[in-house]
């Protein structure tokens, strides 16, 4: 089915072909159309448009309004103040769209015509090392990012650009090779497959015992040091147990990703060292084309508007001076790799606020070797950090970065709590109770994150984040599942469109925001802004509320007609929410 233009598209249209047609000579016009508290629309667009033409905004404002088709959309228009326009649809033109939204399996939102290939690189652990808080933000955020962009027609490849290569890894391989079993699972595994649990605490008692003696046993770390050039090298043994190193923490990534309720794919996971062919041949391309230039020795770009603390130009450093490549040289490949082997269109990279200058100086490089330009372009959604109630970054009482697993097991055990509340008066059973707090704790989590703003740091807080008022996850979910409940109890009854229904101010108010669905997507897509798709649904569920309050539904049962329409509200507001919450990742339990 196409998409369904918005009431606000059909009514900016007519204002604008009003303008045209009222002043010819201005050429196309934009009504700068919004919502309003006066009306349902408020268009000013006339203002400037007067002001242009040298003509007085009020009596172009009246010819606008005389030449105006209003087409059984628009039911009343007024001028107002020196002359915007405030305009208030029909009833029936509210529920007629709606219906055509309903009939449509997307909700009637559009695919965007404009539609490319975008590569968007998130959730990226380090081999070896546990996943703390400071995780969390890139994946929620690239996780939503995904959703939003393949609903709205983009081709998205998902990276994972996990940190699997480094000096590091010659004092583990070294240290595994003179104590072989380190890594091995226990009997009890299933087909010799660790869990996310134990693959960790082998990683860890592995990191700590290699660390101490590579600090305390100058021989061993003369023979660790040897083993980085093996493994640059290439050396069969040294890459096979670095393999071994990146296995094991896959398999506690992705129990990790499990508990996030996230999907990934193997295919999709390309760390650092998925570049190392290419850097070779990214620096010599960087210095032929005099993009970057040796300095005492290291290949650097050097940019008019980065300056240190003394005053002289800071440099991004593609290559180090003992010949060594460090993070921009990865980068600038994967660049070249995404545009020239994915075709990609755009590249959106979810990465901690504090490494923009590092972005901003390769993205700048990228663009003057020519691997970015006009038809490619990079940009950084850039988040910022995670906080404890105090305001301060989030760490444990003794000080430590909170383990990731610990946060998300918390959440769950809040939640499960709070369900189990109520779990009696919905006839919940033992294994929907822990089904629906898996959900609830973990689209808290989620959506505490995605309803903040990415490049703003946000509290965490568990007790606000699994209550039932305010804006939270849980209050949508438990939206949901009352609509759910209401279309229940309305038995035989069923949801009918009637737009020749007059409508009561919440139903219109909950009308109206429900058509404003598409063009929300739209813009959280082409802004990267998946707070945006939060902040709708949780208004979308506060005026469902208001409705509920004033517009009985089932009990006491309205005329029939009335009944059957607001049952269609119902089913409508209930599919809205159910999409929105799955575009952010989170679940929508049919029974709370």
């Given at each position: 089915m196409a998409s369904v233009p918005s009431l606000a598209s059909s009514v900016n249209q007519r204002v604008a072909d009003a303008l045209v047609s009222a002043l010819p000579e201005a050429g196309a016009a934009d009504p700068l159309l919004r919502r309003s508290d006066r009306a349902d629309f408020q268009a000013n667009g006339i203002l400037a448009l007067a002001k242009k033409a040298k003509a007085n905004p009020r009596e172009l404002a009246a010819t606008v309004v005389d030449g105006l088709d209003k087409g059984g959309v628009i039911k009343e228009?007024?001028?107002?103040?020196?002359?915007?326009?405030?305009?208030?649809?029909?009833?029936?033109?509210?529920?007629?769209?709606?219906?055509?939204?309903?009939?449509?399996?997307?909700?009637?939102?559009?695919?965007?015509?404009?539609?490319?290939?975008?590569?968007?690189?998130?959730?990226?652990?380090?081999?070896?090392?546990?996943?703390h808080v400071g995780h969390l933000r890139s994946a929620v955020i690239g996780a939503a990012m995904v959703e939003i962009l393949e609903f709205t027609g983009e081709k998205v490849v998902r990276r994972h650009h996990i940190g699997d290569w480094g000096t590091q890894f010659g004092m583990?391989?070294?240290?595994?090779?003179?104590?072989?079993?380190?890594?091995?699972?226990?009997?009890?595994?299933?087909?010799?497959?660790?869990?996310?649990?134990?693959?960790?605490?082998?990683?860890?008692?592995?990191?700590?015992a290699s660390r101490a003696l590579f600090d305390s046993d100058e021989e061993f770390k003369t023979r660790?040091?040897?083993?980085?050039?093996?493994?640059?090298?290439?050396?069969?043994?040294?890459?096979?147990?670095?393999?071994?190193?990146?296995?094991?923490?896959?398999?506690?990534?992705?129990?990790?990703?499990?508990?996030?309720?996230m999907d990934i794919q193997d295919p999709d996971?390309?760390?650092?060292?998925?570049?190392?062919?290419?850097?070779?041949?990214?620096?010599?391309?960087?210095?032929?084309?005099?993009?970057?230039?040796?300095?005492?020795?290291a290949l650097c770009v050097f940019f008019e508007d980065v300056k240190g603390p003394d005053g002289n130009p800071t440099p991004l450093i593609v290559q180090k001076s003992d010949g060594g490549f460090g993070y921009a040289a990865t980068?600038?490949?994967?660049?070249?790799?995404?545009?020239?082997?994915?075709?990609?269109?755009?590249?959106?990279?979810?990465?901690?606020?504090?490494?923009?200058?590092?972005?901003?100086?390769?993205?700048?490089?990228?663009?003057?070797?020519?691997?970015?330009?006009?038809?490619?372009?990079?940009?950084?959604l850039a988040f910022g950090t995670v906080l404890g109630k105090d305001g301060k970054p989030f760490k444990t009482r003794e000080g430590e970065t909170v383990r990731l697993v610990d946060l998300l097991d918390e959440a769950v055990d809040r939640a499960t709590a709070v369900v189990r509340e109520k779990a009696e008066k919905v006839g919940l059973t033992e294994e929907e109770i822990a089904e629906n707090?898996?959900?609830?704790?973990?689209?808290?989590?989620?959506?505490?994150?995605?309803?903040?703003?990415?490049?703003?740091?946000?509290?965490?807080?568990?007790?606000?984040?699994?209550?039932?008022?305010?804006?939270?996850?849980?209050?949508l979910q438990y939206a949901y599942a009352r609509i759910r409940s209401i279309l229940r109890r309305a038995g035989d009854r069923k949801p009918v469109a009637h737009p020749e229904l007059e409508l009561a101010p919440a139903e219109r108010a909950l009308g109206l925001h429900l058509d404003g669905f598409g063009e929300l997507?739209?813009?959280?897509?082409?802004?990267?802004?998946?707070?945006?798709?939060?902040?709708?649904?949780?208004?979308?569920?506060?005026?469902?509320?208001?409705?509920?309050?004033?517009?009985?539904?089932?009990?006491?049962?309205?005329?029939?007609?009335?009944?059957?329409?607001?049952?269609?509200?119902?089913?409508?507001?209930?599919?809205?929410?159910?999409?929105?919450?799955?575009?952010?990742?989170?679940?929508?339990?049919?029974?709370?």
């Amino acid at each position: 089915m196409a998409s369904v233009p918005s009431l606000a598209s059909s009514v900016n249209q007519r204002v604008a072909d009003a303008l045209v047609s009222a002043l010819p000579e201005a050429g196309a016009a934009d009504p700068l159309l919004r919502r309003s508290d006066r009306a349902d629309f408020q268009a000013n667009g006339i203002l400037a448009l007067a002001k242009k033409a040298k003509a007085n905004p009020r009596e172009l404002a009246a010819t606008v309004v005389d030449g105006l088709d209003k087409g059984g959309v628009i039911k009343e228009i007024e001028v107002s103040g020196p002359g915007f326009l405030n305009i208030t649809v029909s009833d029936e033109a509210i529920i007629s769209t709606l219906a055509a939204r309903a009939a449509d399996d997307r909700l009637g939102v559009p695919l965007n015509p404009s539609a490319g290939t975008t590569v968007i690189d998130y959730a990226q652990p380090n081999v070896a090392k546990e996943m703390h808080v400071g995780h969390l933000r890139s994946a929620v955020i690239g996780a939503a990012m995904v959703e939003i962009l393949e609903f709205t027609g983009e081709k998205v490849v998902r990276r994972h650009h996990i940190g699997d290569w480094g000096t590091q890894f010659g004092m583990l391989i070294q240290y595994l090779l003179e104590h072989p079993h380190e890594l091995d699972h226990s009997a009890d595994a299933a087909d010799g497959q660790a869990s996310g649990e134990e693959a960790m605490s082998n990683l860890n008692r592995l990191y700590k015992a290699s660390r101490a003696l590579f600090d305390s046993d100058e021989e061993f770390k003369t023979r660790a040091r040897s083993r980085v050039v093996d493994l640059q090298a290439g050396e069969p043994e040294t890459l096979a147990l670095w393999q071994r190193f990146v296995d094991e923490s896959k398999i506690y990534f992705y129990s990790v990703f499990d508990k996030l309720d996230m999907d990934i794919q193997d295919p999709d996971v390309v760390g650092e060292s998925g570049y190392n062919d290419m850097l070779v041949e990214t620096c010599k391309l960087l210095e032929e084309s005099g993009v970057a230039v040796r300095s005492n020795g290291a290949l650097c770009v050097f940019f008019e508007d980065v300056k240190g603390p003394d005053g002289n130009p800071t440099p991004l450093i593609v290559q180090k001076s003992d010949g060594g490549f460090g993070y921009a040289a990865t980068d600038l490949s994967a660049i070249r790799d995404r545009v020239g082997s994915l075709g990609a269109t755009e590249l959106i990279y979810v990465v901690d606020a504090r490494q923009s200058l590092h972005f901003k100086m390769v993205f700048e490089t990228a663009r003057r070797a020519g691997w970015l330009n006009d038809e490619v372009k990079a940009v950084q959604l850039a988040f910022g950090t995670v906080l404890g109630k105090d305001g301060k970054p989030f760490k444990t009482r003794e000080g430590e970065t909170v383990r990731l697993v610990d946060l998300l097991d918390e959440a769950v055990d809040r939640a499960t709590a709070v369900v189990r509340e109520k779990a009696e008066k919905v006839g919940l059973t033992e294994e929907e109770i822990a089904e629906n707090g898996r959900y609830v704790g973990i689209g808290a989590v989620k959506y505490a994150d995605l309803s903040t703003s990415a490049s703003r740091d946000y509290k965490f807080d568990l007790d606000q984040m699994v209550s039932l008022n305010g804006d939270t996850s849980v209050y949508l979910q438990y939206a949901y599942a009352r609509i759910r409940s209401i279309l229940r109890r309305a038995g035989d009854r069923k949801p009918v469109a009637h737009p020749e229904l007059e409508l009561a101010p919440a139903e219109r108010a909950l009308g109206l925001h429900l058509d404003g669905f598409g063009e929300l997507i739209a813009e959280a897509a082409a802004e990267h802004a998946p707070h945006k798709v939060a902040a709708y649904l949780y208004q979308l569920s506060s005026l469902f509320t208001t409705f509920y309050e004033h517009c009985p539904v089932v009990k006491p049962e309205p005329e029939p007609v009335v009944g059957e329409n607001r049952l269609f509200l119902c089913e409508l507001t209930a599919r809205t929410l159910n999409k929105g919450m799955s575009l952010l990742g989170i679940r929508t339990p049919e029974k709370l």
